[in-house]
C-alpha cells in the first residue's frame, strides 16, 4: 500500500498526460475481466478449487494497486485543485457506501442465480468498464 502512494503521485505528474492513466485503468479493468470470467467458467464446470480463489485474489489486489492511485490521479486532472478536495470527498462517499451496499446485493445476487452467475455479472460489467 505505500508505495502505491508514490505510485498515484508519479501517475499524476507523467508528463503524457492523463492518456496514460486512462490507458492503466482500462488495462486494469480488463484483467480484472479475465480474472472473473475464469473463475466463472471454473465455478460453472465445478473444478473451483481453493487455490484458484487465493490466486484470484492475489492477481486482483496486484491489478487494484495499479488501478485505485490511477483513478485518484485522473480525478485530480478531471476536476483541478480548486474542486479536488470536494471531488475525493465525493470519491470517498462512494466507496463507502458501495462498501456498505455491494455485499448485500453480492448476496441477494447468489441466492438468486448462484456463485456462478455472480461471477459472470462481475465479468460483464469489468468488460463494460474497460470497454471490450
Known amino acids: 500500500m505505500n508505495w502505491s502512494l508514490g505510485y498515484g503521485v508519479w501517475l499524476r ?3 503524457h498526460g492523463p492518456h496514460w492513466i486512462i490507458f492503466l485503468v482500462t488495462v486494469t ?3 480484472a ?3 472473473f470470467t475464469i473463475l466463472f467458467l471454473l465455478i460453472s464446470q465445478g473444478l473451483i ?3 484458484h480463489l487465493v490466486a484470484a485474489s492475489l492477481v486482483n489486489g496486484i491489478l487494484f494497486s495499479f488501478n485505485i492511485p490511477a483513478r485518484f ?3 485530480s486532472d478531471m476536476v483541478g485543485d480548486a474542486h479536488l478536495i470536494k471531488a475525493m470527498a465525493l470519491v470517498s462517499l462512494v466507496f463507502n457506501f458501495t462498501g456498505v451496499v455491494f455485499p448485500l ?3 441477494l445476487m447468489v441466492d438468486l442465480m448462484g456463485f456462478s452467475g455472480v461471477f459472470l455479472v462481475m465479468a460483464l460489467f469489468y468488460c463494460a468498464a474497460a470497454g471490450v
Open 105 to 107: 446485493v453480492g448476496g
Open 29 to 31: 479493468w480488463g484483467g
Open 13 to 15: 505528474d507523467l508528463p
Open 33 to 35: 475481466a479475465v480474472v
Open 49 to 51: 478449487q481453493l487455490w
Open 73 to 75: 490521479a485522473l480525478i
